[in-house]
């Protein structure tokens, strides 16, 4: 079955550490996008891939860093620079940046600090 | 920027409808998208509206106005696992891209 995989699941920070949250999809998407949503808040966009080796800020790009080498892949690396990491994380892609289809969405990491 | 407006929180009784409202500012607006998200689970895909008028899924009907800038989500015969957030998203296009915009959901509460 075709479909996304965000892990690990839950993820441990430490202080002045960085961390790699893993997103992969064997749906032959060309589009990619990366979510935070902490209560209340909804979901806020980090970043978004519509091609591969190519990438965009979104609203909350600060403290954050992404690539994407190859088309299923595209992992988020949440900086010592975001002093504020802790939240529920959502991987998402979608047909094409040309066409105006539904996101799929990852099950999630929930990243808190230690 | 994108200002998409929704009801924090609502009640319905079990077999009962609801309707949930969103209300969006768009410049460039190209659709709008409905979801659903369980408590610490993924959000799913209900409804896709790019026209004026009534998109009808089973149990589940979106409306949008583009005029008015208007949409809702009507749930008809309300079960206990319809208990969820819904995500309203609106979708603009940017430099021929697509970047969709989400709301902050509103939590439904089907009561038995």
């Known amino acids: 079955d075709g479909g996304i995989t965000q892990s690990p699941k839950y993820l441990f920070r430490k202080e002045g550490q960085n961390v790699t949250l893993s997103c992969e999809q064997n749906?032959?998407?060309?589009?990619m996008y990366w979510y935070r949503q902490d209560p209340g808040q909804g979901l806020r966009l980090i970043y978004y891939?519509?091609?591969?080796?190519?990438?965009q800020k979104g609203d909350i790009a600060e403290g954050y860093s992404v690539s994407r080498e190859k088309k299923e892949s595209f992992p988020l690396t949440v900086t010592s620079a975001q002093k504020n990491p802790t939240a529920f994380y959502l991987c998402a892609s979608s047909i094409g940046w040309q066409s105006n289809q539904p996101q799929h969405f990852g099950d999630g990491t929930r990243l808190s600090i230690l | 920027g994108q200002n998409i407006d929704q009801p924090t929180e609502m009640t319905a009784t079990e077999g009962a409808i609801v309707q949930i409202n969103c209300t969006y500012q768009t410049s460039g607006f190209n659709g709008l998208f409905w979801y659903q998200q369980h408590a610490g689970e993924a959000p799913t895909f209900l409804s896709y509206n790019v026209l004026d008028g009534l998109e009808e899924k089973g149990r589940f009907s979106s409306f949008l106005s583009r005029s008015k800038g208007y949409s809702y989500l009507l749930l008809k015969e309300l079960q206990m696992k319809d208990s969820a957030s819904y995500l309203c998203?609106?979708?603009?296009?940017?430099?021929?891209?697509?970047?969709?915009?989400f709301g902050r959901g509103t939590s439904l509460i089907v009561h038995p």
């Open positions: 749906l032959n998407h060309d589009a």
């Open positions: 891939s519509q091609i591969v080796n190519d990438f």
């Open positions: 998203a609106v979708s603009y296009s940017s430099g021929g891209s697509y970047i969709p915009t």
